[in-house]
C-alpha cells in the first residue's frame, strides 16, 4: 500500500503542470455577441505579470511552486531521503496551495453576483482542486504511517 501512495504521489508531478494549463474558467461580457476567454493558472499568471508583480509572485509562489516543493518533499520523506522531521512544513505547503483555489472561487462568487460578467468554471479548477486535496491526503496518510 505504502508504494501506491508513493506512486500517488509522484503522478502529481504530472497532475499539477497539466491543471496550470487546464481552463480553471471561462470569462467575459454579458453581452449575447461577446465569447468566454479560458483562463487558466498560467494566462492567469501572464496577465498578473503586466499589471501587478507583488501579486504575480504570490500567486505564482501558492500555485505552482508551493505544490510541487510540497510533492516532492514528501517524495523524499516517503523514500527515505529526508527525516519526517520536515513533514509540517510541507503540510503547510499544501494548505498554502489550498488558499489560491479559494481565491479563485472567491472571485467566481464575486464576479456572477455583481452579474455585469459571464464566468463559467472549468474543469481545470477541478483537476487543480483534486491534485491539492490529494496531496494534503498523501501527506496526512504518510504522516500516520511514519507513526505506526
Known amino acids: 500500500m505504502s508504494k501506491l501512495f508513493r506512486y500517488l504521489n509522484l503522478a502529481l508531478l504530472i497532475a499539477f503542470p497539466i491543471a496550470w494549463f487546464a481552463p480553471l474558467m471561462r470569462a467575459g461580457i454579458n453581452l ?7 483562463v487558466s493558472v498560467i494566462s492567469g499568471l501572464q496577465a498578473l505579470w503586466d499589471t501587478d508583480v507583488v ?5 505564482t509562489f501558492f500555485a505552482v511552486f508551493a505544490p510541487i516543493m510540497k510533492v516532492l518533499g514528501l517524495a523524499l520523506i516517503q523514500f527515505g531521503m529526508m527525516r519526517r522531521k520536515m513533514l509540517p512544513v510541507f503540510n503547510i505547503l499544501g494548505k498554502l496551495a ?7 472561487a472567491l472571485y467566481i462568487v464575486l ?8 464566468i463559467e468554471t472549468g474543469w481545470g479548477l477541478y483537476l487543480f482542486t483534486a491534485c491539492v486535496i490529494t496531496s494534503i491526503a498523501l501527506s496526512i496518510t504518510t504522516a500516520k504511517r511514519q507513526k505506526a
Do not use: N, S
Open 32 to 38: 449575447p455577441l461577446f465569447g468566454l476567454k479560458e
Open 98 to 104: 489550498m488558499a489560491d483555489i479559494f481565491l479563485i
Open 111 to 118: 464576479v456572477k453576483g455583481i452579474g455585469l460578467a459571464k
Open 55 to 59: 501579486l504575480a509572485l504570490l500567486v
